[in-house]
Nanobody
Framework: VQLQASGGGLVQAGGSLRLSCAAS????????TGWFRQAPGKEREFVAA????????YYADSVKGRFTISRDNAKNMAYLQMNSLKSEDTAVYYC??????????????????WGQGTQVTVSS
């Protein structure tokens, strides 16, 4: 699986961005898609995930109600819509693919394939 994240940029606090993750090599519906982020000096952390069947979504408490993960199977794309952005959302954002036996995992080490990351900077 090859993944390419895009859509990052500089935005003011309270603004919105939509990140995209283009997948190739495997159908996006054949794996769990996760979004992670890593701020300077911090560990990579889970942001959101959508399972293979796409029937549910999972979020970190810090983004719940503000971010929305989605997927377009026909385009083989995943998205992360980010609203009401805060300065603490500033980080490099990564999309990743996991092939668990069941369920959705939140640990970065569980994900086998990663996109290259896209920078999101929120100015206060």
């Amino acid at each position: 699986v090859q993944l390419q994240a895009s859509g990052g940029g500089l935005v003011q606090a309270g603004g919105s961005l939509r990140l995209s993750c283009a997948a190739s090599g495997r159908s996006v519906s054949s794996y769990v898609t996760g979004w992670f982020r890593q701020a300077p000096g911090k560990e990579r952390e889970f942001v959101a995930a959508i399972p293979k069947n796409g029937d549910s979504t999972y979020y970190a408490d810090s983004v719940k109600g503000r971010f929305t993960i989605s997927r377009d199977n026909a385009k083989n794309m995943a998205y992360l819509q980010m609203n009401s952005l805060k300065s603490e959302d500033t980080a490099v954002y990564y999309c990743a693919a996991d092939f668990p036996a069941w369920g959705v995992r939140r640990g970065p080490d569980d994900y086998d394939y990663w996109g290259q990351g896209t920078q999101v900077t929120v100015s206060s």
